[in-house]
């Protein structure tokens, strides 16, 4: 057996393994009640150690697992601190860090996609990665550029050098097949939680993510769109082939640092700039950033906020879809019966669905907190309290959310949002986020 399929075969019995664990540790917990967004499943004591034994897995694994862990990883602010705090950092980890490929692996993928004079490429190149992540991993290099030092400067740029693990593909599809039978286990944590969605759409994005010449296409427009931008940066495209690409480097401060250990000041400004990068990409870009976890972003040395991995982009040439901007603005002014026809016409409620104005607009009042004052910080307390609110079986908001629907057309858009409000709670980041949609967001016009 050679060492990918027997990585494939460990991989797979790990996560075949935990619904196993899972099962035993419900069956010990039954008859157990506990408060707040798990009381009816399973005891606190069982769902930590429900917690651990999938955020160690997840944590081990490459593919669709870890892909899947990061994008959970996002919502860990919505988890009950008891659950949240002991594994924080664990969660943390998923977005930045996975065990590295050999060094003789990573030659033989840059032989095969750069050529067998690779090394003539660069002055010098690091077999130790810098960061890794679900599909690949990044080495820190430095390019020899003829063109870079034309005005007598030196001929050579650092550079990031990212490495598609071999299999990966593969990989993906195997993890994501386990994954998809491991609902129960994330209703454990999070009740309320379906993940089949999201399963649904990583499914959908694995061939685009795969190919990294798309990528760079994907970067190199972005690139273009945000040149010499005062407040986002985005690292200029060097060369591409299907399994590597090469970037500039940048230097800056992860968010996944400025959420552990960031002083206020940075964490407001962190969260101020991401949402002018995801508001204002649809219209300046045609594209949408898709993969907002805090190891995508960097606050630069002055000021700037530095944008990494564009292999999970939403394409929107037109821009973000002006009912979503006319949609908010209506339910801020309390005009109930515009926002039902706004959700009818877009396809959020049935055109024969009898729905109740009033109710849909109590439903809408508080996911548009953050809009309806000046500023508004963001919180773990606020998001948990949506959760609640949203995910309680016998609650009225709850029975009102099974007649809505969420239109094809505008699942990227939904994802995109709650990550990124996941990671602005994680932040705690307060900014005048009202003040933004009013600049970017097309239809939501100023709220008086």
């Given at each position: 057996?050679?060492?990918?399929?027997?990585?494939?075969?460990?991989?797979?019995?790990?996560?075949?393994?935990?619904?196993?664990?899972?099962?035993?540790?419900?069956?010990?917990?039954?008859?157990?009640?506990?408060?707040?967004?798990?009381?009816?499943?399973?005891?606190?004591?069982?769902?930590?150690?429900?917690?651990?034994?999938?955020?160690?897995?997840?944590?081990?694994?490459?593919g669709g697992a870890m892909k899947f862990g990061q994008a959970l990883s996002v919502f860990e602010a919505a988890l009950p601190e008891e659950i949240a705090a002991p594994y924080r950092q664990a969660l943390t980890k998923l977005q930045e860090a996975a065990p590295p490929l050999p060094a003789a692996t990573v030659h033989k993928v840059l032989a095969e996609q750069l050529g067998p004079d690779w090394r003539d490429?660069?002055?010098?190149?690091?077999?130790?990665?810098?960061?890794?992540?679900?599909?690949?991993?990044?080495?820190?290099?430095?390019?020899?550029?003829?063109?870079?030092?034309?005005?007598?400067?030196?001929?050579?740029?650092?550079?990031?050098?990212?490495?598609?693990?071999?299999?990966?593909?593969?990989?993906?599809?195997?993890?994501?097949?386990?994954?998809?039978?491991?609902?129960?286990?994330?209703?454990?944590?999070?009740?309320?939680?379906?993940?089949?969605?999201?399963?649904?759409?990583?499914?959908?994005?694995?061939?685009?993510?795969?190919?990294?010449?798309?990528?760079?296409?994907?970067?190199?427009?972005?690139?273009?769109?945000?040149?010499?931008?005062?407040?986002?940066?985005?690292?200029?495209?060097?060369?591409?082939?299907?399994?590597?690409?090469?970037?500039?480097?940048?230097?800056?401060?992860?968010?996944?640092?400025?959420?552990?250990?960031?002083?206020?000041?940075?964490?407001?400004?962190?969260?101020?700039?991401?949402?002018?990068?995801?508001?204002?990409?649809?219209?300046?870009?045609?594209?949408?950033?898709?993969?907002?976890?805090?190891?995508?972003?960097?606050?630069?040395?002055?000021?700037?906020?530095?944008?990494?991995?564009?292999?999970?982009?939403?394409?929107?040439?037109?821009?973000?879809?002006?009912?979503?901007?006319?949609?908010?603005?209506?339910?801020?002014?309390?005009?109930?019966?515009?926002?039902?026809?706004?959700?009818?016409?877009?396809?959020?409620?049935?055109?024969?669905?009898?729905?109740?104005?009033?109710?849909?607009?109590?439903?809408?009042?508080?996911?548009?907190?953050?809009?309806?004052?000046?500023?508004?910080?963001?919180?773990?307390?606020?998001?948990?309290?949506?959760?609640?609110?949203?995910?309680?079986?016998?609650?009225?908001?709850?029975?009102?959310?099974?007649?809505?629907?969420?239109?094809?057309?505008?699942?990227?858009?939904?994802?995109?949002?709650?990550?990124?409000?996941?990671?602005?709670?994680?932040?705690?980041?307060?900014?005048?986020?009202?003040?933004?949609?009013?600049?970017?967001?097309?239809?939501?016009?100023?709220?008086?």
């Amino acid at each position: 057996m050679t060492d990918i399929p027997r990585r494939a075969v460990s991989r797979t019995a790990k996560l075949a393994a935990l619904p196993l664990g899972f099962a035993g540790r419900t069956v010990l917990g039954m008859g157990k009640r506990v408060t707040g967004l798990a009381s009816d499943v399973i005891s606190a004591e069982i769902q930590q150690r429900t917690a651990e034994q999938l955020f160690s897995v997840l944590g081990q694994l490459k593919g669709g697992a870890m892909k899947f862990g990061q994008a959970l990883s996002v919502f860990e602010a919505a988890l009950p601190e008891e659950i949240a705090a002991p594994y924080r950092q664990a969660l943390t980890k998923l977005q930045e860090a996975a065990p590295p490929l050999p060094a003789a692996t990573v030659h033989k993928v840059l032989a095969e996609q750069l050529g067998p004079d690779w090394r003539d490429r660069f002055v010098e190149f690091d077999d130790t990665p810098a960061a890794a992540a679900s599909i690949g991993q990044v080495h820190r290099a430095v390019w020899r550029d003829p063109g870079y030092g034309a005005s007598g400067g030196p001929k050579h740029r650092d550079v990031a050098v990212k490495i598609q693990y071999p299999g990966a593909g593969d990989a993906l599809l195997a993890d994501l097949k386990q994954l998809s039978r491991l609902g129960g286990m994330f209703r454990a944590i999070q009740p309320g939680l379906d993940v089949k969605p999201l399963l649904v759409e990583l499914r959908e994005r694995i061939t685009e993510e795969l190919d990294y010449e798309l990528e760079a296409e994907s970067q190199r427009a972005f690139a273009t769109a945000y040149a010499d931008d005062p407040e986002i940066f985005i690292p200029e495209v060097l060369d591409s082939s299907p399994r590597v690409l090469i970037t500039e480097w940048i230097e800056g401060t992860p968010l996944s640092a400025i959420i552990r250990e960031g002083t206020e000041e940075q964490r407001d400004e962190a969260g101020r700039l991401m949402a002018v990068l995801h508001l204002s990409a649809p219209m300046r870009a045609g594209l949408l950033h898709a993969d907002p976890h805090p190891g995508n972003f960097r606050l630069l040395p002055d000021g700037r906020l530095g944008v990494i991995d564009f292999g999970a982009v939403a394409r929107m040439p037109g821009g973000t879809p002006e009912p979503i901007g006319r949609i908010a603005a209506l339910a801020l002014r309390g005009d109930a019966e515009a926002v039902v026809a706004g959700l009818r016409e877009e396809g959020f409620v049935s055109p024969t669905e009898s729905i109740d104005a009033e109710a849909v607009l109590d439903f809408l009042r508080p996911m548009l907190e953050p809009i309806a004052a000046e500023e508004f910080r963001f919180t773990r307390a606020w998001l948990r309290g949506e959760a609640t609110r949203l995910a309680s079986p016998r609650s009225p908001t709850f029975q009102l959310s099974r007649q809505l629907n969420l239109p094809p057309s505008y699942l990227m858009i939904h994802r995109v949002t709650l990550g990124s409000i996941g990671v602005l709670c994680q932040l705690e980041a307060k900014a005048p986020y009202r003040a933004i949609l009013e600049r970017w967001l097309p239809g939501f016009a100023p709220v008086a």
